[in-house]
């Protein structure tokens, strides 16, 4: 629990976390302008990043290391990830993805 | 745009109840979600605050999680070429992923649409929602209905991003990468999970380029 006495202490967190924050925010967007050109081999590197970023955000929600190492794994996240998947890759529409995501979450939740 | 909101609006809700349950006053827990706007650092930061963890630790992990935007911008930089200094302060102080993601789907699909009209527009909203699930979540607190699996959106849409985004055998590596050693580093001290899985995932994908090339 925070106590009362580290008020200023929570600001001083928020300032510099915040700070720091928006100077990766920042950081490429001006320093490509001193760049003529992006070396082809950067945007190539660069492309790779939104997928290893997505995947290292959904899968331990999906799969979390307690439930991998307990052999455990929860059927209905596995299930609704895998629907909403497959939903993904024909429509490549977010509406119908979560949507089907969810149903199948609390359908097999609710069986 | 709807989905991101539907899962962004719950996850500052959760965010939100976090930071006040964790002792924060509601003027700090605001504060936090306006200057820091970045909800797994928020949560990893009240989460170490409420274990008392020391005040380099707690800032380190909140700038270790962040330190994704760094790589966000430099994705997005070149969807930006040459922008006054001001747009350029409009588009790193609105950076969050689901917007970076929604952004260059979108400026892929549609050469020809305004790029920084659209950015703005989607961004504003974004964050407009994203403040105000902070304040339900800050008013409720600790009440907020466990029922629902509100929190379980956020990955969905992270997979409905990342599927269009696998392209060919270095993207499927990447993703595969990424999300196997964010999975097996979610222990790693100061939190450094997923910029280790994302590093690794790039490497990989790169490896594989260079070998296929």
Do not use: H, K
Request: proline letters at 6%; hydrophobic letters at 60%.
């Amino acid at each position: 629990m925070v106590s009362s006495g580290q008020d200023t202490l929570i600001w001083v967190l928020v300032a510099v976390v915040g700070a720091g924050t928006l100077a990766f925010r920042l950081s490429f967007l001006f320093l490509f302008e001193r760049l003529d050109t992006v070396p082809p081999r950067v945007e190539r590197a660069l492309s790779f990043v939104p997928p290893a970023v997505f995947a290292a955000i959904a899968l331990p929600s999906v799969l979390p290391l307690e439930a991998v190492l307990a052999l455990s794994p929860d059927p209905a996240r596995l299930l609704a990830v895998v629907a909403a998947g497959v939903v993904a890759r024909r429509t490549e529409n977010l509406v119908a993805t979560v949507v089907v995501g969810m149903g199948v979450l609390l359908a097999v939740r609710a069986v | 745009m709807v989905p991101l909101l539907v899962g962004l609006a719950p996850f500052g809700l959760v965010v939100g109840a976090a930071m006040v349950s964790s002792g924060l006053s509601v003027t700090q827990a605001l504060g936090m979600s306006v200057l820091v706007y970045g909800g797994a650092s928020q949560l990893a930061v009240v989460d170490l605050l409420g274990r008392d963890a020391p005040f380099l630790i707690v800032a380190a992990t909140g700038l270790i999680v962040n330190l994704r935007f760094a790589m966000l911008s430099a994705s997005i930089a070149p969807y930006f070429r040459r922008l006054p200094t001001a747009w350029r302060w409009v588009v790193g102080v609105l950076l969050v992923d689901v917007l970076y993601a929604l952004s260059i789907t979108t400026f892929e699909r549609e050469a020809d649409i305004d790029r920084r009209w659209y950015y703005l527009g989607a961004g504003v909203v974004l964050w407009l929602g994203w403040q105000a699930g902070t304040v339900v979540g800050v008013v409720l607190g600790a009440n907020v209905p466990e029922g629902v699996p509100f929190e379980f959106v956020v990955p969905l849409i992270f997979v409905g991003l990342l599927v269009p985004a696998i392209e060919d055998v270095p993207t499927l590596l990447a993703a595969g990468v990424g999300g196997t050693v964010a999975v097996a580093g979610a222990n790693l001290p100061l939190n450094a999970g997923l910029l280790v899985a994302a590093a690794c995932g790039v490497g990989a994908a790169l490896l594989a380029d260079r070998g296929v090339a």
